[in-house]
């Protein structure tokens, strides 16, 4: 048996074996509980930029006189 065919055997092999275990997922490849994309710091630093210069241009326009 040549290389190659044995290779495919082996993928034809574990093909078969996840077809039979379709629908059957498992506890650790579930997501548990809240866990955000980014951290708590970075977030916390996002918050603060847009807050502030959105507190910033509402003062900035309040001073300058309004929109005209």
């Not at 275990?21 to 977030?43: F, H, M, Q, W």
Request: hydrophobic share 40%; net charge positive; charged share 25%.
């Amino acid at each position: 048996m040549t290389t190659s065919r044995r290779l495919a055997d082996r993928k034809i092999n574990r093909f078969d074996k996840n077809i039979s275990r379709r629908g059957a997922v498992t506890e650790t490849s579930t997501k548990k509980g809240k866990d955000y994309p980014v951290g708590p710091l970075l977030l916390g630093f996002f918050i603060f930029v847009v807050i502030g210069s959105s507190l910033f241009q509402i003062i900035r326009t309040a001073t300058d006189g309004g929109m005209a």
